[in-house]
Structures are given as C-alpha cells and as structure tokens.
C-alpha cells in the first residue's frame, strides 16, 4: 500500500524555503551588497552602487516645460488656420468689414449677424484668395450667421467646451481683416475677468473682431466674438454655433 503523503509537512518546508530565501535576499542587499561595493573594482559598477544607495531606477522620466509664449504662439497658429475676414458690401453703403472661421471642411463659415441682410453682398478672404459666399442661416437672438463658400479640404475650427470655463481661464482671441487688398491676422490674448453679471474679460477689441474667433491656450475655439461701441467683448459658446448648424 503507498505511503500517504504527508501536506502539512510539505506546505511547511515550502514555507520556510521562501522564508529563508526572503531573509537572505534581504541580507545579499542590504548587507552584503553594500559591504561588497566598498572594495574595488565593485565601487565602479553603475547597478551596484544603486543598489547600495538603496535606489531603484524603474523608468526614467523627462519633464517637459512649456513657456507660455509657446503656448500662445501654438494656439494662435492652429485657429488662426481656420479664420478668414469677411466683407458685407450694400448698395450704396460703406462695406463692412468682419471676421469668420471656418466650420467645415467645403466652406461652412461661421460669423457675426449684424450686417447679414439677405441682398448683401458676401465675400470672404482667405489666405489673399477672395470667395462670393452665401447666406445659409441666421440667429438674431444671439447675434451670429452661418455663409457657405465653395471650396474644397479647408482647415476647420476645433471646438472645446464653452461651458467648462473657469475665473482666470487664458484666452486668445484670433480675427482676419482686409486691409487694402491683402489678408492680414490678429490676435489679442488676456485672461476670463469676470462671470457676474456677465462674462467678461480682461481686454477690448474693435469692430473687426466681430466674428472673430476666442480660443483657449490649447487652440481649441470656444466661440464667435461679437464687441460694443465701447470694445468689450461678448462671447457666443461654440454650443450655440452647434445648434445652428443642425
């Protein structure tokens, strides 16, 4: 009859071999090990000066500091990709002069209201090529429109979220004008200064950013600009110009 193996006992000896084998790994490192690097050559080798430091190198990282000027210049570039000034011209008056972006790849534009009547005549400028464009949608209420040129793989605005904005949040507003006969950028950048009784911030525009483009510092746009006579800027949030655009 085979002898009945005994668990226990093998369950024991199992234990106590880990046991031992812990405590003399202890040992090997932080004894034996420091003990041995204080001879040479053992001093010169790289791990084993770690290990008596009692230092363990997983994964070595690399910080990677962003100065907010190249933050700024970052995000002015990647919406500045999608803006383009626009001009409303009506007989026999004096042609207006507004910004825009681009909302779509074949020419969906989003801009200021205030000058759109329906036989005006629209163009945009982009990148010193002139388009006619066409009035698709209106919102009097908040004061912005959406006109459609024709063309094709055009830089768009990515939006973010207009709702998450936070006291002190920087900004940067990116607009277009005609100047003459030549497409010219700008840009003004400042902080969100105020939510009560309306939010507000931390410096003025003209006219010409009406329509403009505000972004955060990541470049992503957070809605159309419109100003008052006074320069103090008002924001429409990006989801407004989502609701027009269904």
């Known amino acids: 009859m085979p002898k009945k193996k005994d668990y226990k006992k093998i369950i024991g000896f199992w234990l106590l071999v880990f046991l031992v084998g812990g405590l003399a790994g202890v040992f090997f490192s932080r004894a034996f090990l420091p003990w041995l690097t204080s001879f040479s050559p053992f001093n010169k080798v790289a791990w084993l000066y770690n290990v008596n430091e009692a230092t363990t190198i997983i994964n070595k990282t690399e910080k990677i500091y962003v100065s907010e000027d190249t933050a700024y210049q970052e995000a002015i570039n990647k919406i500045g990709n999608a803006v383009v000034a626009v001009r409303v011209e009506k007989t026999g008056r004096i042609a207006i002069e507004n910004s825009g972006f681009i909302l779509t790849s074949d020419g969906l534009i989003a801009t200021a209201n205030f000058s759109l009547a329906k036989d005006a005549k629209i163009l945009v400028l982009r990148d010193n090529q002139e388009y006619e464009a066409q009035l698709v949608k209106q919102d009097a209420t908040n004061d912005i429109a959406l006109i ?99």
């Open 148 to 246: 459609k040129i024709t063309a094709n793989n055009l830089p768009i605005a990515d939006f973010g979220d207009s709702q998450n904005l936070s006291l002190g949040k920087r900004v940067v507003l990116v607009g277009a004008s005609k100047i003459g006969e030549a497409f010219s950028k700008f840009t003004n950048i400042g902080i969100i200064k105020t939510f009560s009784p309306e939010i507000s911030f931390s410096f003025s525009e003209s006219s010409l950013a009406d329509g403009a483009a505000l972004g955060n510092i990541e470049g992503k746009v957070l809605g159309l600009v419109l100003t008052n006579k006074q320069g103090s800027i008002k924001l429409v949030g990006e989801d407004k110009i989502r609701e027009l655009m269904k």
